[in-house]
């Protein structure tokens, strides 16, 4: 079955840290440039962090640069996200997101709340 499967989402409170991972299966993951991207009610999605195929380069919405740090393991078919330093306003569903041209993949998302 071709899906992503996120998680790792839950309540920390401000300046705390939290590890979301994004399990793939049903199709070559290492061929794909993998991202993360999250929303809040009312709002567009938002792309936050993205890696290449290989793990050779990433890039990252300037408001988690330093914060955040995306990365892949390939052999495990896996694309996580490690947040530290996590503020209120990363409060959002975060969605994982493969990125196979004309048949893009997402998976289901995963809920970060971040209060105190």
């Known amino acids: 079955q071709v899906q992503l499967v996120e998680s790792g989402g839950g309540l920390v409170q401000p300046g705390g840290s939290l590890r979301l991972s994004c399990a793939a299966s049903g199709f070559t993951f290492s061929s794909y440039r993998m991202s993360w991207y999250r929303q809040t009610p009312g709002k567009e999605r938002e792309l936050v962090a993205a890696i290449t195929s290989i793990g050779g380069g990433t890039n990252y919405a300037p408001s988690v640069k330093g914060r955040f740090t995306i990365s892949r393991d390939n052999p495990k078919n896996t694309v996580y996200l490690q947040m530290n330093s996590l503020k209120p306003e990363d409060t959002a569903v975060y969605y994982c997101?493969?990125?196979?041209?004309?048949?893009?993949?997402w998976g289901q998302g995963t809920l970060v709340t971040v209060s105190s």
């Open positions: 997101y493969a990125d196979r041209g004309a048949r893009p993949l």
